[in-house]
């Protein structure tokens, strides 16, 4: 009879006793806030681009003197007051995140893979090439590519007597594959003839269309056949390590 009591106490203990609580999963570190942000990306650049501060203030200072003196005009100066602050606000963003492009572009000049980075900022309707599609494993001078409706873009990394064979290679083959699509070649660089990698995105975006958006696809899928970007690269070219944050460059 004990042995049974005790196993019936031994049952109410195992029935009503608490279970042990399951251990939360730990919660995903979040990102950096958005003020945090645009502060990060104002204190980066700074360093590079001292000016910034003073072009950010005139241009907030201008915007609401102009509100205020329209308002005056008017009568009106408290409205226009109002209005005019988040415009300053809104102007001196502008200013900081084209600012900020030139200082990102400024960290990563002259590192491997900083034509690819580049690139990397063009807008919808552009298909990228991340990896060189060619590239002298001894020198690391490379060449990136970019498809769209002007057709297929080569920007150049490296000394332009250095990376002229790279080009003309791959621009015959190219030819070749695709002997109706435009080849189009833009050197990075400061040099006479080179274009900034801050104003490459710029200078492609300015290329005349010659494309449709189901030929642009067409092309893509042509070289992807014909396995033309399958190179490999070579230690050191990282475009993912050089290409710049826009989020955080816009402050987002």
């Known amino acids: ?50 000016n910034v501060v003073w072009l950010m203030l005139l241009a907030f200072l201008g915007i609401v003197a102009v509100g205020l003196l329209i308002g005056f005009l008017i009568n009106n100066w408290v409205t226009l007051l109002i209005i005019s602050i988040p415009l300053g606000l809104l102007a001196a963003t502008f200013i ?30 552009w298909i990228l090439q991340e990896q060189p599609v060619a590239v002298n494993p001894r020198t ?6 970019a498809i769209g409706r ?11 007597n250095r990376v002229k064979t790279l080009v003309d290679s791959e621009r015959r083959k190219l030819n070749r594959i695709l002997p109706n699509v435009k080849v189009h070649v833009i050197e990075t660089g400061r040099g006479e003839g080179q274009v900034e990698l801050s104003k490459v995105a710029k200078k492609v975006q ?15 899928k042509r070289l992807q056949a014909l396995g033309s970007n399958k190179l490999p690269i070579p230690k050191g070219v990282d475009p993912f390590k050089a290409r710049p944050d826009r989020k955080a460059m816009r402050g987002r």
């Open 150 to 160: 002007p057709g297929v873009i080569l920007v150049t990394e490296g000394p332009s």
């Open 1 to 50: 009879m004990a042995n049974s009591t005790d196993s019936d106490a031994n049952t109410k203990r195992g029935l009503f006793s608490r279970k042990p609580k399951a251990e939360k999963p730990a919660k995903a570190k979040k990102g950096p806030g958005r003020l945090k942000q645009i502060g990060q990306v104002f204190q980066m650049t700074r360093r590079n681009d001292p």
């Open 140 to 145: 690391q001078d490379a060449v990136f590519r």
């Open 96 to 125: 900081l995140s084209r600012r900020a492009e030139r200082a990102a572009f400024a960290q990563i000049e002259g590192q491997p893979g900083a034509s690819g980075a580049a690139l990397s900022v063009l807008r919808r309707g």
């Open 206 to 220: 300015k290329l005349k269309k010659e494309l449709t958006k189901q030929e642009v696809h067409a092309v893509d």
